[in-house]
Structure formats: C-alpha cells, structure tokens
C-alpha cells in the first residue's frame, strides 16, 4: 500500500470510530446527568413499599423530603395542619369517599414521614429531556403571549379541552366531586385527564394551581389513572412541574400521596366512584385535602398573582391530540362516553363549590362551557336544583364517525 493508500485507510478508520467514541461519550454525559437528578429527587427513606401496580413507595422523613430543596423554601416552617377549612352553606351532605391507592395494600408509612412515588430512570429517559423532566411540554401557542384563559383555544395546536369555566372573579379556593374513570390512551405521549384549574395573571406571569386525575403512559410507564398536582408561576416556561417531580408541593399525608394510583373506577353502565377534592388558600398557602385527608399545600412563596386570590376557577377534561397516522386520537376523554348519555356513562364533576373572600364555600356561579372540539368531545350541564348541586357531563371517545 502506497503512502497516499494508507493516509487514506486511517481517515477511513477515523470516521468509523469517531461517531462511535462521541456516542460513547455522549452516551457517559446522559447517564451522569440521569443519575444525578435521580440522587436530587428520590431522597433517603425510612422504608420503602413495593405496590403491586409496580411503584416504589419511599417513606421519607416530613422534613427532608424535595419540597425543601426549593430556594424559596429554605427556611419554610412546614405546616401540619391549617388554621381553617372552609364552611359550606350547600345543605346537602357528601357521603365519605374510600377509594383508597393502589400502594395502601402492602403497607404504610411511618409516624413523621410522607409517602414519595419513587422516580426511577426510566421515568427520566421517558420524558421530553432530562432537563424538562415532570414539566408540561407547551408548544408556544400556550399561555405565553398575554391570553387571558388558562386553555389554549386551537386544537390544531394538540392540546384539547372540554370544561366548564366560572365567571371571571376572585377565588381563594374550590370543592368538587370528580367521576373516577380509567380512559384509554392510545399512544404514550398522549394523556387525558380531569381536573381544576385555579388561576391569575396573564401570559408570562400565569400563576395556577392544578389537581386532579390522568393517565400518563409518557409519564408514568403504565395507564393507571393516577391522583396528580401542578403548578406554575410563570405560564408553564420555567417553573413548577408534576407532582413531587421537582422542589414545591409539601406532602403532608401519610397515607395518600401525589402520583399515585387507583385501581377502583368506574363502569360503564356499572358502579360509579368519585373523589371529593378541595383545594383552599390559607395564610398564605393553597391547601389540598382528598376526602377527608389533608395530602400536602403549595407554598406561598411559590407565587406572586395568585397570592392575592385566583381572578379564574375552571373544571374539565383535557387530553393530547398526537395525530398519529394523520387522524384525530382515539384517546378517551373521561369515560369515553359524550357528555348527553348522562349518568352512569358519560364522566361528571358534581357539587361544584368556590371558597369566597369570606372563606365560606358557595356554589359556583355562572358557569359556561368551553369546548375545543364538541365532535370528539363536549360538556352537558346538570339540571339545578338537585342533590347534586351544580354539575356538568363531559367527555368523548375522540376518533369517530364525527371525529375524523
């Protein structure tokens, strides 16, 4: 082989092993960053609870757990309980809900310690990007541009919703009552959920607070229908996230915990399961309390607009819209039933009450729906004047003959 044969051979080898040790290396930088955020986030536990559903339940001490690693929240005095919980002036009273999560069955966490959903590394290699993990992947249609609605309006944009919105006021907190379903998913980036949305301010300076139900196959590994929490204090860009997936929410339970699941849903045209919420602003904190268990509060240190009271209160479902294949989803939202087969099919969210300035909870006024795309899914308000208070049906199996 001449001189110019072999300067060439080695060029040739070069370009082989090049893509090689830069994957290699590129591959090494991954798994210290993964490894590094999984130290952050999964703190030391007293015991840990194996769930059948396959969760790892860690039980750790009150005062270490993520929350705390916030920089606001370093010198947080957690709270156990708080000073009040807000009257009712609704005559009717709500029977006690026990669905109860998946992990209960195999344990509970200690006296002094909180139950945290372990992330696990493919929870992490799951998401969007190591750096976006737990946070809400918003296209920039979304909330960023001085909109005065949670919600985006073009479903075009993947995001579709079916909700019902109260009248623009101040709001220092809501109770409901909300269908439990398990809907069907149909890709693993797609989501559906139910939940509320308390919220201020506009565009860059968007502050919610969210709660509710979803399955997440993108987030969570499974389709179970999990409880779920998130907030923001600046429309989704930076801060905030899902669950305990970054420093914010303070777990305070023992026994229930953000991100877990449930295994006792509803039936169509069979037995029906709810979950009472309630969600209220007290000292500054806004408070979360699942039937009769207080599961933790977002700080006020985490907010600037929504401390003075949410100017938005909205209740719905909402779901992701991939487009696979060129069509509309399949995806389920609720029961995967429309809003007008009622009771017993479509998915409700009944009792619907906001906190006033007097910390008394009243029945929402003036309620008005909005609907992305009422041929894939829709809302149906409730008759007045029931047991029921003020409800409303909603939901819808995407993909139909309406649905292309």
Not at 25 to 51: C, P, T, Y
Not at 76 to 95: A, D, L, N
Request: neutral net charge; aromatic residues 12%; charged residues 20%.
């Amino acid at each position: 082989m001449g001189m110019a044969g072999y300067t060439v051979a080695l060029m040739m080898i070069g370009v082989i092993i090049s893509p090689c040790l830069y994957g290699k290396e590129f591959s090494d930088h991954q798994e210290i960053k993964v490894q590094r955020l999984l130290k952050r986030l999964n703190k030391h536990a007293l015991i840990s609870i194996k769930s059948e559903d396959g969760d790892i339940i860690d039980c750790v001490p009150i005062h270490s757990q993520p929350a705390f690693d916030h920089p606001l929240l370093k010198n947080h005095t957690i709270q156990m309980r708080p000073s009040f919980i807000p009257e009712s002036t609704s005559t009717y009273t709500k029977k006690k809900i026990n669905a109860t999560q998946v992990w209960n069955k195999n344990g509970r966490c200690p006296i002094n310690t909180v139950p945290i959903r372990r992330i696990k590394k493919e929870d992490i290699l799951r998401s969007k990007s190591i750096e976006n993990f737990g946070k809400k992947t918003m296209t920039p249609g979304i909330l960023l541009y001085g909109s005065s609605s949670v919600l985006e309006d073009d479903p075009s944009i993947g995001h579709e919703y079916a909700v019902m919105n109260a009248m623009n006021g101040l709001y220092f907190g809501t109770q409901f009552s909300v269908n439990i379903w398990k809907p069907q998913v149909q890709v693993r980036n797609e989501f559906s959920l139910a939940q509320t949305w308390l919220s201020s301010g506009a565009g860059t300076a968007l502050n919610t607070i969210e709660a509710g139900l979803q399955v997440y196959p993108g987030k969570y590994g499974d389709n179970n229908v999990r409880l779920f929490v998130y907030w923001t204090a600046d429309g989704y860009q930076r801060t905030g996230c899902y669950n305990t997936d970054c420093p914010g929410f303070v777990q305070r339970s023992s026994l229930v915990t953000v991100g877990g699941a449930y295994t006792t849903v509803s039936e169509y045209n069979g037995n029906q399961y709810e979950l009472s919420m309630l969600i209220w602003k007290d000292s500054g904190n806004w408070w979360l309390r699942i039937g009769e268990e207080l599961v933790g509060y977002w700080p006020g240190e985490l907010f600037n607009s929504i401390g003075s009271g949410a100017t938005r209160a909205l209740w719905g479902g909402e779901i992701i819209n991939a487009k696979t294949g060129g069509q509309h989803t399949a995806t389920d939202m609720g029961s995967g039933h429309f809003a007008d087969e009622g009771f017993g099919k479509a998915s409700f969210f009944r009792s619907l009450m906001t906190v006033d300035g007097s910390n008394t909870l009243r029945e929402a006024q003036g309620l008005y729906p909005q609907i992305t795309n009422s041929n894939c899914y829709n809302v149906k308000a409730g008759d007045a004047g029931t047991k029921w208070g003020v409800y409303f049906f909603y939901g819808g199996p995407g993909l139909n003959a309406r649905c292309p």
